[in-house]
């Protein structure tokens, strides 16, 4: 590859040379995300990342997991008072009352959704950008905004639902990272590889 065709095609700058950020932004960021399970899980670790850096959670991301029981919501959703008190001596995750009492209660909401919403939890968050990733055409990620009137709105009717944790600068984070917005910068080759993804 010449110099200009590697000026020409920069990942985004965001994820720095860190080897668990650089896997992360061309492995996952953007990629659409369809499954249900997979959603709740992503908007739950958004919310454990109010006022902390991604990569702290990324790197605890497996002992989440392990702790919550897979991210399984039917599972979350009956957690006892034991649970959370389970959840707080654990040092592998961020140890945060609210925010693991919010994802008892966010379980709980996630669940009523599948009931009543047609296409479940998944069909309930892509009709929020109509079913079609919106797609950023800048070329720095900095110009990137933290929420959009789309994030308002998505996170205003998550609150109405019953769900915590996911204002709207939390809720458009979450979108990027599942794809619902392809914010990845044109120089970057995910760009163009997240759109191709997209349904």
């Avoid at 001596?89 to 994802?103: D, L, M, P, Q």
Wanted: hydrophobic letters at 35%; aromatic letters at 12%; a positive charge.
């Amino acid at each position: 590859m010449s110099a200009k065709q590697a000026k020409t095609y920069e990942r985004c700058g965001w994820c720095g040379d860190d080897p668990v950020y650089v896997a992360y932004h061309d492995e996952e960021w953007g990629v659409p995300e369809y499954d249900d399970r997979a959603l709740f899980e992503k908007l739950i670790l958004d919310g454990f990342q109010a006022g902390l850096a991604w990569i702290t959670i990324l790197r605890k991301r497996d002992n989440f997991r392990k702790a919550f029981h897979g991210f399984r919501p039917e599972k979350i959703a009956r957690y006892t008072d034991k649970d959370v008190e389970r959840l707080l001596g654990n040092e592998g995750i961020i140890r945060h009352r609210g925010k693991i009492e919010a994802t008892i209660g966010n379980a709980r909401a996630y669940l009523d959704i599948m009931d009543t919403e047609p296409g479940g939890f998944s069909g309930y968050l892509w009709n929020h950008v109509d079913g079609t990733p919106l797609v950023s055409t800048s070329k720095n990620w900095r110009d990137m905004p933290a929420s959009t009137s789309m994030s308002e709105a998505l996170s205003k009717d998550l609150k109405k639902r019953g769900f915590k944790f996911c204002g709207p600068t939390i809720v458009y984070a979450f979108a990027q990272a599942v794809g619902m917005v392809n914010d990845h910068q044109t120089t970057c080759p995910r760009h163009k590889a997240c759109q191709d993804l997209a349904r």
